[in-house]
């Protein structure tokens, strides 16, 4: 019985490695912060800044991928420079996640890569749906095991080699 909880603690134990190694990269990798949160943010560095491209700002050459244009939010907005590869993806009224540098004393964020919109949340939910019932079944049929193991002993139709 104990090698049994041993075995489900270990499991459990690295779950939960693994959830903290998720998390960890999703705030790292995927995350993003809304025009609002990068005007009151007052650090440097790169950010994610998801927003929707304001109706009648965008101008400049979209196919030499230079571009200027207000992304905003519920709350806010934000003037975007982007310089990099042809966005395929850009147009107004399309809401976009914007990878570059945020200079705070110009309020202008500096973009130089545009990412894809993300909705993960089916994903976590597909894989809790998955995982929930294979660890109930593991668990319900290790215990099973056990149980049996038991019954085969006190019937005496088992006996050791020694």
Same mark, same amino acid.
């Given at each position: #019985?104990?090698?049994?909880?041993?075995?489900? &603690?270990?499991?459990?134990?690295?779950?939960?490695?693994?959830? #903290?190694?998720?998390?960890?990269?999703?705030?790292?990798?995927?995350?993003?912060?809304?025009?609002? +949160? @990068?005007?009151? /943010?007052?650090?440097?560095? /790169?950010?994610?800044?998801?927003? %929707?491209? *304001?109706?009648?700002?965008? *101008?400049? +050459?979209?196919?030499?991928?230079?571009?200027?244009?207000?992304?905003? +939010? +519920?709350?806010? =907005? !934000?003037?975007?420079?982007?310089?990099?590869?042809?966005?395929?993806?850009?147009?107004?009224? *399309?809401?976009?996640? %914007? !990878? &570059?540098?945020?200079?705070?004393?110009?309020?202008?964020?500096? =973009?130089?890569?545009? =990412?894809?919109?993300?909705?993960?949340?089916?994903?976590?939910? =597909?894989? @809790?749906?998955?995982? !929930?019932?294979?660890?109930?079944?593991?668990?319900? %049929?290790?215990?099973?095991?056990?149980? @049996? %193991?038991?019954?085969? *002993?006190?019937?005496?139709?088992?006996?050791?080699?020694?």
């Amino acid at each position: #019985m104990t090698g049994l909880y041993i075995r489900w &603690g270990i499991f459990v134990l690295l779950a939960i490695i693994l959830s #903290m190694l998720v998390v960890r990269h999703y705030e790292a990798q995927l995350a993003t912060v809304s025009p609002s +949160d @990068l005007i009151l /943010s007052p650090s440097t560095g /790169s950010f994610r800044v998801q927003g %929707m491209v *304001k109706s009648g700002t965008l *101008k400049g +050459d979209v196919e030499q991928g230079a571009v200027q244009f207000e992304l905003v +939010d +519920d709350a806010a =907005a !934000i003037r975007v420079q982007y310089h990099g590869p042809p966005p395929e993806n850009l147009r107004e009224l *399309k809401t976009v996640v %914007m !990878i &570059g540098t945020w200079d705070a004393t110009a309020r202008v964020f500096r =973009a130089h890569e545009i =990412a894809l919109v993300s909705n993960y949340g089916f994903v976590a939910s =597909a894989y @809790l749906l998955t995982f !929930i019932p294979i660890g109930v079944f593991l668990f319900s %049929m290790s215990r099973k095991v056990v149980v @049996l %193991m038991q019954a085969i *002993k006190d019937s005496k139709l088992y006996e050791p080699e020694g």
